[in-house]
């Protein structure tokens, strides 16, 4: 028991040491009793009445208001290191659209001061571009608490809100607990076996969410002339009709614009429709080429570049060509600078495509590893029709993987050292942290989660998987296969789980292997630890506020920006959890309120906007799908985790 003498009358004041209640302002920094609890007595003489001011804590995190101006208000976050984030979902001062702003500050006690900033510029998906976002001066805002439930906020503004003050009351509290053991392990499982045991075949994702499988080799002396596809929800393979050309290996398949597949190897093409199961030949390519890759452009057609011509045993070409589906026939256009085999061809953001590494020299038809190999990059128009060199990876790099990530990167994987993430902005690439196992002709699947799996690939050919963590810059151990295997196809569903099919094996198991499996996600039970900040740092400039609360509940707030791009715009909802994914059916946009000191309650509509779907991965990532029927159309945005909140843990 601690004496603070103020005079004759006293008063007992317990001191909570963490935030889950209020924390008094009057201490004398004492370690206090065992419970964890300190005790003061305040006395005073005469009549007194001592200020308890409630000091800042974890427990403040949460959704705050005016119940006299209901219709807007903060949610504020309590961030590690004394630091302290809110964002203001209001209305302009002339009452004719939406506004928000938003900053992260600091607090000492039972005040937070904070400059916030207010986003201009952007436009909602898919048309955003954080490029756009002009993050302008607002003011600041002054948080004052007088216990755990009541506040208020000053704001002086410069930006045309003028200046004043709002009182506050909680609204939400985040529930309880942390979500730190939630998490189920990634893992591989068998699934059907392929109808024919195959390698260098390809694998396409068809839009009713099976997929296909078409070509490849059954042997080494023979060519695997069926396709079939892969039904998901039976785990079952179906023989589809028999292709038309001869089905050589190292073909490439393309998903056209109209759901048809284009698959195409050397002088051949043939189109597969899954409406009618059935395969019908197209144009002829104007050079015969095989391991080439193809590449589908904006505008519907699709370049193939490179490969092997006239045959396997031939040298590289550097020559390019276009399919148009419409009329069905193959152009020349613009060559590559360098011939290549075992290169990647990635499509980037603008619409350009990156080739990247292979090999530059006559080839050894069955070991690419022993061909000398690039590291120059080259870069293709489609407008134009023009190749120019684009920069150079860091290493030479044959039978690699690329991939684009979230952030309009492309990492490369493999076929020589370690791995590499190359700027197309600036073209120039460095080097990531190794991976944990050395290998090539592996296969690559960007996650759901924005993160990247690597599977198989030879060397000595492997079971061990791992996933790319585009939040650390770190390769992670992600389970084992159930097969050694490489030269196989790896195809994310739309469910999340990757099929891993056919490819070679050991030569002490199988040398050509009709075994496929199933990659299951690591899989997130949503709980406290998920309330913070989220985003896609592909479109930086606009994200979501999430809170968890009490009895299954889920609250997100997205701030964002209408269609046209002309005004800012936000809409929130209330919804429940269960297992890793959180269901919002009813998302308001209001409308019709206006800034202080004009605001009223009462002529402020809460529009209906439509739905959200949550589905996060782990405590780090996952996804929104979003359905508006109030003009944003339908789609779904990628999430990782921005911040987390002081006192709420979430681990993998």
Known sequence: MKKITLGATRFVVTVVAFAATAVFAETDGSNGNADGENHYILECGGQCQPALLSAIGPSFTGAWFDPAQSGHGLFIEVLPDNKIQAAWFTFNPEGTEQSWFLGVGTYVGNKATINAL??????????????HVVNNAWGTLTLTFTDADHGKVDFNSSAGYGSGSMNLARLTKVAAGTASASIIEASFVFTGNLNVARFGHTATLLPDGKVLVAGGLYSYSGEAVSAELYEPATGTWTRTGNEVCAAWWDRTATLLANGKVLVAGRLCAELYDPTTNTWVRTGDLVGSRSGHTASRLADGRVLV???LAPNWYA??????????????VWTLTGAL??????HTATVLRDGTVLVAGGCVAS????????????????????????????????????GHTATLLPSGTVLFAGGGNGSEIFDPATGTSSATRDLNFP?????????????VLLTGGAGLITADAETYDTTSGKWLTAGRQMQPRYRHTATLLQDGRVLVAGGVGPPNISPLLASAELYLPAAASVGPGFTG????????GHGIFVEVLPDSHFLATWFAFNPAGTQQSWFLGVGTYSGDTATITSVLQPTGGRWIPYFDASKVANNPWGTFKFTFTDCNHGKVDFASSSGYGTGSMSLTRLTQPAGFACSS
């Open 118 to 131: 207010q986003p201009t510029g952007g436009q909602w998906i898919p048309k955003f571009d954080p490029h």
């Open 305 to 307: 570049a490179g490969g």
């Open 315 to 328: 040298d590289p070409t550097a020559s390019a060509e276009t399919y148009d589906p419409v009329t069905g």
């Open 337 to 342: 600078a360098f011939a290549r085999i075992g």
């Open 363 to 398: 080839a050894d038809a069955w070991s690419l590893e022993s061909c000398p190999a690039a590291s120059s990059t080259e870069i293709f128009d489609p407008h134009k029709g023009t190749w120019t060199s684009a920069g150079g990876l860091t290493v030479v790099r044959s």
């Open 439 to 451: 290998r090539d002709g592996a296969a690559a699947t960007l996650l759901s989660n924005g993160d």
């Open 533 to 540: 900040s989220w985003y896609d740092p592909a479109q930086a």
